[in-house]
């Protein structure tokens, strides 16, 4: 059981990372990284929302009818969001707001939300739900600040706003724009499926994708 539960967990953090496996969540991947605060601010908030509506989810399942699960779905995932937007507004610094901008609420629509919500939480306990959320709304955030530093520092010399090559004066642009970040997140993702690819060689396996995670086995757009 203990093994199942750190599964749960661990996941979403390389095995089954939404952004590096799942390619989910790509909108704000390559909208809000441009520096590393707005990537940990971004998967923080999107964390907070995945547990919080995991878990309602998994509570509700049961006596949800299935023509209708996707919009109740999208009800208690907006409530979240809407608390966690508010909070954001009367706590966070108004340059973090204004530079994540419309992309906090649109995590209404965020397929990483949705998608484990229909995937996992409706269909395990409350607390099997939540460490799935956790898990792959930490994988998300640990994603969306790799890139944020990545980017942040090829651009300016800087990570977290902190100057770390001080006779760096002049701005590269290329890794703050769009066609940057395409770049980059090309980058990782070889990177990761090359340390996949290593491991399986290794254990003398031919690497495939995690079971599941095809579209024959998803019932959103049914």
């Not at 699960?69 to 954001?88: D, E, K, Q």
């Not at 306990?125 to 939540?130: D, L, N, P």
């Not at 995690?210 to 049914?222: A, Q, V, Y």
Request: hydrophobic content about 50%; overall charge positive.
């Amino acid at each position: 059981m203990k093994n199942s539960l750190w599964h749960d967990f661990i996941k979403g953090i390389w095995s089954e990372n939404p952004v590096l496996v799942l390619l989910l969540g790509t909108c704000p991947t390559l909208a809000v990284t441009s520096s590393a605060t707005n990537g940990l601010s971004m998967g923080l908030a999107t964390t907070c929302v995945l547990i919080g509506s995991n878990a309602v989810i998994s509570l509700i399942a049961g006596i949800t009818p299935q023509k209708i699960r996707i919009p109740v779905y999208i009800v208690v995932i907006a409530t979240f969001v809407t608390v966690v937007n508010m909070l954001m507004q009367a706590y966070a610094p108004p340059e973090l707001c204004q530079s994540l901008g419309i992309f906090i609420p649109l995590i209404v629509v965020n397929c990483i939300v949705l998608g484990r919500a229909e995937a996992f939480a409706a269909k395990h306990g409350v607390f099997r739900s939540m460490l799935d959320g956790a898990g792959m709304g930490l994988g998300f955030a640990l994603t969306l600040t790799m890139l944020g530093a990545i980017r942040e520092f090829l651009s300016s010399g800087s990570v977290f706003e902190i100057k770390i090559i001080t006779a760096w004066t002049t701005d590269f642009l290329l890794p703050s724009a769009a066609p940057g970040a395409f770049i980059i997140v090309g980058g990782i993702l070889a990177f990761k499926n090359f340390c996949s690819q290593r491991a399986a060689i290794k254990q003398g396996k031919l690497y495939v994708p995690p079971k599941g995670l095809d579209c024959r086995r998803c019932r959103i757009c049914k």
